[in-house]
């Protein structure tokens, strides 16, 4: 298991100073935005896509610094109601697999998209209780367009031998594990999670019990290094679907924080250590969206209690047993 970045908090830094501030902090691998909200401040999907000496210059920096990337990062609605926004977000996930492919990363990373509650409306609708009877009929159909498109999509992947890690996200389709694996079950092994515990925590979700989950269908393929804490004084009184504004954080039942800053190190060693009962072991992506510090110093101190929870060696064997 390594610790990496998801790189666009550094957006004022070049690839190459990207790379050079990371590996001195400790960081083994990057995860790059190619398109979408992540933009693609590092890594120009338009400009690498096809382009060997690009991507070449790519390969020759990664090394210089010994760095990999774990994943392409393309967030964005492909099941949009606007055809355009739709088709422009589409395009940015089917070209993200093949750079992938094209540059021998086994993952990309993204949403899953939110439809209409129906054919004729023109805004995604997040649906969060099956009463009164109509939003019931506008998941049914959420999921008949979100099946369609991810079973080609899954097949565009798969031509490709790469990994898509859906984040569980509210506001999206799939936002929770059950939503996870019953997208996975509609369409091939390609199809699996991007596992950010910051969406799940103010779910009421225990993030161990959700590795464990998706871990029996083999439906990790990334993971995001991302805390977030409840603030009870708030949620007291308005619960957690909370529309306060991010940057007011007074007034916000949960924020987003850095690792540690939610739960504390041990709950984070508890989650090293259950990824590896289930035999994750790939990178810890740090995402940083805390609010209440700065991108390097959210980063910085997220490496710190990072390094002190992932194992270094494998395991040896278990001689007290014997």
């Avoid at 390969?59 to 760095?67: F, I």
């Avoid at 209409?116 to 367009?145: C, F, K, M």
């Avoid at 990334?222 to 007074?250: C, F, N, P, S």
Wanted: net charge negative; aromatic share 8%; hydrophobic share 35%.
């Amino acid at each position: 298991m390594n610790i990496g970045v998801h790189t666009p908090p550094l957006a004022d830094e070049s690839l190459e100073g990207a790379l050079g501030y990371l590996s001195d902090i400790g960081v083994d691998a990057i995860e790059p935005g190619v398109g979408g909200h992540p933009g693609e401040d590092h890594l120009s999907r338009t400009e690498h896509l096809d382009n060997e000496d690009a991507q070449q210059v790519v390969r020759t920096k990664l090394e210089e610094y010994g760095m990999e990337i774990s994943a392409l990062a393309t967030h964005n609605n492909p099941l949009h109601p606007d055809d355009e926004r739709a088709d422009a977000a589409d395009t940015e996930l089917r070209e993200a697999i093949a750079l992938a492919d094209q540059l021998e990363v086994d993952v990309v990373t993204c949403f899953s998209g939110l439809p209409a509650g129906s054919p004729d409306d023109e805004v995604p609708n997040w649906i969060t209780a099956p009463w009164p009877p109509e939003h019931e009929r506008a998941l049914e159909y959420q999921w008949e367009q979100a099946t369609a498109y991810w079973q080609d999509l899954a097949a565009h992947a798969d031509d490709h031998g790469v990994d898509v890690a859906i984040e569980m996200h509210p506001n999206m389709l799939v936002y929770e594990p059950h939503g996870m694996a019953k997208l996975r079950d509609e369409t091939n092994e390609r199809i699996g999670a991007n596992f950010d515990p910051s969406h799940l925590y103010w779910q009421g979700i225990t993030i161990t019990d959700a590795i464990r989950y998706l871990a029996e269908r083999d439906a990790i393929h990334h993971v995001h290094a991302k805390d977030t804490k409840i603030y009870q004084a708030q949620a007291r009184e308005k619960g957690v679907l909370d529309t306060t504004a991010y940057d007011d954080e007074r007034n916000r039942s949960w924020l987003f924080r850095s690792v540690g800053y939610g739960h504390g190190e041990s709950h984070w060693k508890d989650i090293v250590s259950t990824l590896r009962m289930v035999d994750y072991d790939g990178t810890l992506s740090i995402e940083h969206e805390d609010s209440l510090t700065s991108s390097r110093e959210g980063l910085e101190k997220a490496v710190d209690l990072l390094e002190r929870a992932i194992f270094e060696t494998e395991p040896g064997e278990a001689h007290w047993a014997e």
